[in-house]
């Protein structure tokens, strides 16, 4: 379907509403927010909105301005269809750009069936999580799974707006993960599998070398590095065709939310954020977090329950950044080393570190965040395969690569901001560490060399967008397309 100049737009959609991010760090007032229903009424909006930018939100979980516009916000929530359909005997599901993950997997579980992956939360919409490579850990991100897309951009002749489907070859690699800079996704066709079950256990570990060791037997763990206890903690997770104990299941469920969801983050809040007490913080994470840890359990359940957490509980900020496997424990000994510099200014950095540091121009303003932060929750690390997407987090020739997620819960402190700040330039810098799209991270550290593929993602992009309209502000900037 196309849409030219001359057709009108029906008048419906909210002026100057206040537009807020789930961590609460992202506020503005695009132009106009509307919630269209048909893809004729997105093209239209979109041709009368082409001198204005135009932008997509979804369940507003990034913590990066994706989503910032003066001009047309359109919100896609009522593109949320679910339909089971097989092609050439591949069973796949076809969905609505606005329908959260967690819909989408309650739906395909219904037939047995799920993601090939998830990622930690469900709270997203389809079209949010893959353009911004959303990713759970052993696996490649669901923006590697999608099988074809339909997205409204501009004709050939740049004259008009269309809505057509994205099937393969380069283009929809570029697609996949597309910071909404090809268009406006209104549906994504995934590959699906039958549903299968995880075993979970969670043990200790004394160092990085141990950690990755139990990968062999346990693909699709995450680990942790604990702050002030300095050491790992591994949630080792398998496929299994145990059928698992129903009760001490059901148990260990119960026994994940209180301790792990709620308990943990709970006391973050209560030391960390209201009494803003450093020795609770140490005291909680060196004494007492060890003792809350069962590591005997070794629970079964399906993978859309085992692999995900109830993350978006409470609010936060996150940077998330990506190093390859074999830059891995370099780059986790330097971020150690700089919590313990920023929580303790009397910390010497090893001479590792200082001439890492003195290579890339920043061993001069370590003194910036010697005891300015003291870090209050655990450091997420997570396996990444290499996805089949130009510009995802973890495209590229094939290796592992992991994140590391720092978050903070006291979301309005110039502290973490510009402790993560350094630490990402730092990565950048020296690894060629890659930010995730979604998540806070220091715009002006990001290169073009950190995706190998970015110039012939570009050309993709002018060929669906030649005036930029979707790709004003943060989107364009990033990818080095500010008009």
Known sequence: MTSGPGNSVPERGNY??????????VRFRPGRLVMPRTETEVCRLVMQHRADGVRVVGSRHAWSPLIRTEGLLLDLRHFDSVRLFEDAGQLLVSVGAGCQI??????????????PSVGLITEQTVAGAISTATHGSGRHSLSHYVQRLRVVQFNSAGDGVEARWIEGGAELRAARCSLGAMGVVTEVVFAVVPQYRIQEQMVAAGSLTEVLQMEQETPLQQFFLIPHLWSFYVQRRCESTERGGRWTDELYRVYWFLVMDLGLHLIVLLTAVF?????LVKLFYSKLLPWAIVSSWKPVDRSDRQLVMEHELFRHIEEELFVRRRDLASALALVRD??????????????????QLRQVGLLGEVSEIEGQWSHHYPICVRRVRADAAMISMSAGDGEDWYSISLISYERSRPEFLRFAGFVGAALIRLYGARPHWGKWFPEGEIRADLYSELPEFLSWVRRADPEGVFRRGF???VLGMSE
């Open 16 to 25: 100057g509403s206040e537009v807020t991010n789930f961590g609460g760090n």
């Open 102 to 115: 967690s819909r989408l997997l309650q739906s395909l579980n219904r037939s047995g069936l799920t993601l």
């Open 275 to 279: 009494l803003r007490s450093r020795s």
């Open 338 to 355: 700089l919590l313990r510099v920023a929580d303790d200014r009397s910390w010497r950095l090893s001479e590792e570190s200082c001439n």
């Open 475 to 477: 989107t364009g900037r």
